[in-house]
């Protein structure tokens, strides 16, 4: 397609995703501040930030079956400003269950834009520049989380840890009334002939398999982005400021290179092999992590910084891969499903990290988090294979839709 307001399809999705990013990805950054506020241990702090993932999961597939029969722009809107609500109840939020039930709420209705927004970018952009267009789109989710990891703990010193709140809070409605303004139905698809028949989204083994692998990787993402500032404040005296200033170079870090492996999977045409590549990769750097966990600052805060980014690369390949699986009709419910799966991670991991912590040391939950991406790397293995037997199909679709040429007359 190359319609140029597919590009501002992509710009309003992102917008959408990252807004509710800076909630997810930058809460954490308030973490010293709502264990004060609060008077919480480390197991109660990655509860408030698991709030809002389990809030998203019991909802995504929902959301995103609504996506498919109403489209984008309604689900967006709704579900944002509903988000925006929920976050000014947690500035005013008197208690921590009441902190824990406004955050559970916003991650119910903020977590709309997730699979709307990639079920527009799947219908808005063609399969040679869908990895990199859906990059773009993940890209957004760090970059929300690096700007308020940069101003949230500037606005909890200035005003306190309502005034965070707030900001945030007009940041989604800010997304909501873009979204109604600006998002569009795409163009219709082109006929290609009968594609593989796929069963629904729900039904499918390979989505489940593939949601598995992911919520594996997202372990060390959640538990990485969720601790990154508390193991560097505690265990290493560095300050709050500094240690949230490394959480947003992590996080900008990370987005770039989302761009990067969204741009390299459409060159190979491959999603599952680049995850697995990915998968081995984290579980070496955690393993030398833990290992230098306790070792000098000058070795250990760039291994620190390159583990977390690493963490962070492969989500826009694990969404294009769902929503290849099922198909343009059915991506809303597909990236949905699979954002519900890997969300198990995002809520299990942070306070089972934190317990973790707690109970042993910084250098053995992080040898333990490096077996989630091992075990991701073998997972993912029987979905190459599949992969390989889509292409092939689309290959040879497209080659029967190709007209003979016409025989040459004899002169």
Known sequence: ?????????????????????????GLPALGPAIRSAFGLTLGQVGLAFA????????????????????????????????????????????TYPALLAALFLAGTLGCSATGASGRAVMGWFERTERGFALGI?????????????????????????????VALAGLSFTAAVASALLMRDPPPAPSRGPALPA???????????????????VCAQASMLGFIVLFL????????????TALAVVQLLGAGLRIVAGRRSDREGLR?????????????????LAALATGPGPVLYPLLILAAVATMTW???????????????RAG????????????????????????????????????????????????????????????????RAAAETPEPLPLEAT
């Open 199 to 217: 069963p629904p989204p729900t039904r499918d083994a390979r989505l489940w398999r593939l949601g598995a692998g992911g919520a594996l990787l």
């Open 315 to 329: 989500n826009g390949l694990a969404f294009t891969a769902a929503a290849e699986i099922s198909g343009r009709a």
């Open 137 to 165: 789109r993940q890209m957004a989710l760090p970059l929300g989380g690096a700007l308020a990891s940069l101003t949230l703990p500037w606005l909890v010193d200035a005003r306190g840890l309502d005034a965070a709140f």
């Open 1 to 25: 397609m190359t319609g140029g307001y597919r590009w501002v399809i992509l710009a309003t999705g992102a917008a959408g995703a990252g807004s509710f990013a800076a909630l997810r990805m």
């Open 233 to 244: 404040h505690d265990a290493r005296d560095v300050s709050a400021a500094a240690a949230a």
């Open 272 to 288: 599952i092999a680049p995850m697995r590549r990915m998968a081995a990769r984290n579980a070496a750097l955690l393993a030398a």
């Open 333 to 396: 419910t597909a990236m949905s499903l699979q954002n519900t799966i890997i969300s198990v991670g995002g809520a299990l991991a942070p306070p089972v990290f934190g317990v973790v912590v707690e109970a042993t040391s910084w250098t053995a939950s992080f040898a333990l988090l490096a077996l989630a991406p091992l075990a991701a790397f073998l997972v993912l293995g029987p979905l190459e294979g599949d992969e390989d037997a889509r292409i092939a199909a689309r290959t040879r």
């Open 51 to 94: 709030a809002v993932a389990v809030g998203g999961m019991l909802t995504l597939v929902a959301w995103g079956a609504l996506t498919d029969r109403i489209g984008e722009r309604p689900v967006m809107a709704v579900g944002l400003a509903g988000c925006a609500v929920a976050l000014t109840g947690a500035a005013l939020a008197p």
